[in-house]
């Protein structure tokens, strides 16, 4: 196995273990923390085909890692602000018991 | 493949399991960091230094500060009588191993193509920082206003209403 293939399949198990938990927890921050390691699977393959792609000296896959880490860190203040809101108002942060879209 | 790669790659595996399946949310945040700082040290195993750092300032002394502010003021630590799974894990767990097994089947399927060891990249700061202000300056520029955005964003929404409590 080459090492870019290593890499795509802990890629892979990492996003897939994030989407399982973000389809399965019931915290609203533990879907949160499921989405983050889902983007940061995303980001271990864009660095893994930088290293390993024909031209790492442009530079286009650590770049496009970076911005994407700095799109990471503002989703997750709106997003726990969001969380923090909704425990705020319903007294709760339980998924399965957020059920209504009004009040 | 180095010996060195499996053990990184078992303990952000392991990291990240510990931070789906834990029933403490706070033990759920540390596990998180130690998958991040098992992300960052394989980002340091493929040579990219600058993000492999960006990864540990970002995430290990950031979001997961974020995270565990999140839940220690929505005490999110109290673990739920009925259980730390939503109704339908079934399905959910059914569709992230359906994601894993296409993804893996690609992965595997396209090994023959895949390239075999390459030189290592040297790149040094001073490189990323002219290609930042150079041929990236208007992503740069997008995402500090992004920054801004989401900065004042979180604050408003995350504020206390006022008109509420008199």
Redesign the interface.
């Known amino acids: 196995m080459t090492p870019l293939a290593g890499y795509l399949l802990v890629a892979a198990l990492l996003f897939s273990i994030g989407l399982a938990g973000a389809l399965t927890r019931r915290n609203a921050i533990l879907v949160l923390i499921g989405i983050e390691l889902m983007l940061n699977a995303a980001n271990l393959n864009l660095i893994a085909f930088w290293r390993y792609g024909p031209h790492p000296e442009s530079l286009t896959g650590m770049m496009f890692a970076i911005f994407s880490i700095a799109v990471a860190a503002a989703e997750a203040a709106v997003g726990l602000g969001l969380v923090i809101q909704i425990h705020r108002h319903a007294k709760t942060t339980d998924l399965d018991a957020m059920n209504r879209m009004k009040g | 493949?180095s010996i060195v790669?499996y053990l990184l790659?078992a303990l952000?595996?392991a990291g990240?399991?510990a931070?789906?399946l834990l029933r403490n949310?706070v033990h759920?945040?540390l596990a998180?960091t130690v998958?991040?700082a098992g992300?960052a040290l394989?980002?340091l195993n493929?040579?990219?230094q600058?993000?492999g750092f960006?990864?540990i300032l970002?995430?290990i002394g950031?979001?997961a500060i974020?995270?565990v502010?999140?839940?220690l003021?929505?005490r999110?630590s109290e673990t739920?009588k009925d259980?730390?799974?939503?109704?339908?894990?079934l399905?959910?767990?059914a569709?992230?191993?359906a994601?894993?097994a296409v993804?893996?089947w690609a992965?595997?399927q396209?090994?023959r193509v895949?390239?075999?060891?390459?030189a290592v990249?040297v790149?040094t700061v001073q490189?990323?920082g002219v290609?930042?202000v150079g041929r990236?300056v208007l992503?740069l520029e997008i995402?500090a206003v992004?920054?801004t955005?989401?900065?004042i964003?979180?604050?408003i929404?995350?504020m206390?209403e006022k008109e509420e409590h008199k």
């Open positions: 493949m790669f790659a952000t595996v990240g399991l931070a789906m949310t759920c945040a998180l998958a991040f992300l394989l980002f493929l040579d990219a600058f993000a960006a990864q970002v995430y950031a979001v974020l995270v502010f999140a839940i003021l929505t999110g739920p259980g730390v799974f939503s109704r339908s894990w399905a959910g767990l569709i992230a191993a994601v894993f993804l893996g992965v595997l396209s090994v895949l390239p075999h060891e390459t990249p790149v490189q990323i290609a930042l990236y992503p995402v992004l920054l955005a989401a900065l964003g979180a604050v929404v995350a206390h």
